[in-house]
């Protein structure tokens, strides 16, 4: 999986970004159809934000979350994602086997 993590008014640091790869490993872990993610960080005047992309197979979902502290909004931001993720993963599995019903003719 490709992660791209950028800042816009904001100089992404080596802890940022081990920070914000050790909390999108282990969402994406979960749900192994990831290709790639890009995570957008950035700060306006007193509200930082976050915002992912995460692209997989057939789909994309977008997720941003806000908040004054930078680590909090990724926890936000993590906590967001894990949530469409595993909506996501319970539609494709119940259109995947959801069985036929047949109804016996007699």
Not at 60 to 80: M, P, R, S, T, W
């Amino acid at each position: 999986m490709n992660l791209i993590v950028t800042g816009h008014h904001l100089e992404v640091t080596p802890a940022i970004r081990e920070y914000v790869a050790s909390k999108v490993d282990r969402i994406v872990r979960r749900f192994d159809q990831v290709t790639s993610a890009s995570v957008i960080l950035s700060v306006d005047k007193l509200d930082r934000k976050a915002e992912i992309t995460l692209h997989m197979t057939g789909k994309d979902i977008f997720v941003e979350a806000h908040n004054g502290d930078l680590y909090a909004a990724i926890d936000q931001l993590v906590d967001k994602l894990d949530r469409q993720l595993v909506k996501h993963k319970e539609k494709v599995q119940n259109h995947a086997h959801n069985p036929i019903k047949r109804q016996d003719v007699e």
